[in-house]
């Protein structure tokens, strides 16, 4: 089975911009979550979605949202870009093994805010 | 509530000694553990994880880890470094319908 892709692999902005990153998950996993990784803070989750629906949410503002479609792929947005938004950001799809999910990563985005 | 505490921020081992990277956590509910590695630039890849059964887990190349109720810890182990192990590790915790938490990492340094 083919992994968990992102695309772009990487991208640059200014600030101000907005930006769209995509993930499409390994096949028959219908969960998708997002996280943010910097140095300073780690990682970050930002959502969570399961069958189009969000189901847990991170701390961040609302400028970062994210949608599923009906085939699984998801969509993360950050509007208004700041430079702080510089970071990696990981995609990860799941699927439950046993009593709990199990998440496999992508090899993620590295966005560069300038 | 759920946390994982990894105790290192940086292990530095020789190459083809024991690796120890340790992990502590905390959780209401019964947990599963996971252990993820990343290598520079690259996405997290899963290496093991523990949910509920054997309390000893073998993961892939030739990690393992102990499920140790009592003293709450999911410690990785190797038997020998292999430079090719040099990279960042992280501890998950999460239980049934939950969030995900991440441990703060620990870098593993492998000296020749």
């Known amino acids: 089975k083919a992994g968990v892709t992102q695309t772009p692999r990487y991208l640059i902005k200014t600030r101000g911009q907005q930006v769209t990153l995509s993930c499409s998950p390994i096949s028959g996993h219908r969960s998708v979550s997002w996280y943010q990784q910097t140095p300073g803070q780690g990682l970050q989750f930002l959502f969570e979605y399961f069958s189009e629906t969000q189901r847990n949410k991170g701390n961040f503002p609302g400028r970062f949202s994210g949608r599923q479609f009906s085939n699984s792929r998801s969509e993360m947005n950050v509007s208004t870009l700041e430079l702080g938004d510089s970071a990696l950001y990981l995609c990860?799809?799941?699927?439950?093994?046993?009593?709990?999910?199990?998440?496999?990563f992508g090899p993620g985005t590295r966005l560069t805010v300038l | 509530a759920q946390s994982v505490t990894q105790l290192d921020s940086h292990v530095s081992v020789s190459e083809g000694t024991p690796v120890l990277l340790r992990c502590n956590y905390s959780s209401s509910y019964s947990p599963s553990l996971f252990w993820y590695v990343q290598h520079p630039n690259k996405g997290l890849q899963l290496l093991l994880k523990y949910t509920s059964a054997a309390t000893l887990v073998k993961g892939i190349n030739g990690f393992e880890a102990e499920f140790k109720k009592s003293e709450t810890s999911f410690h990785l182990t190797k038997p020998s470094a292999h430079m090719s192990d040099a990279a960042e590790y992280f501890c998950v915790v999460t239980a049934i319908g939950g969030k995900f938490y991440f441990g703060s990492g620990t870098k593993l340094n492998v000296k020749p």
């Open positions: 990860a799809s799941s699927i439950r093994q046993g009593i709990t999910d199990t998440q496999y």
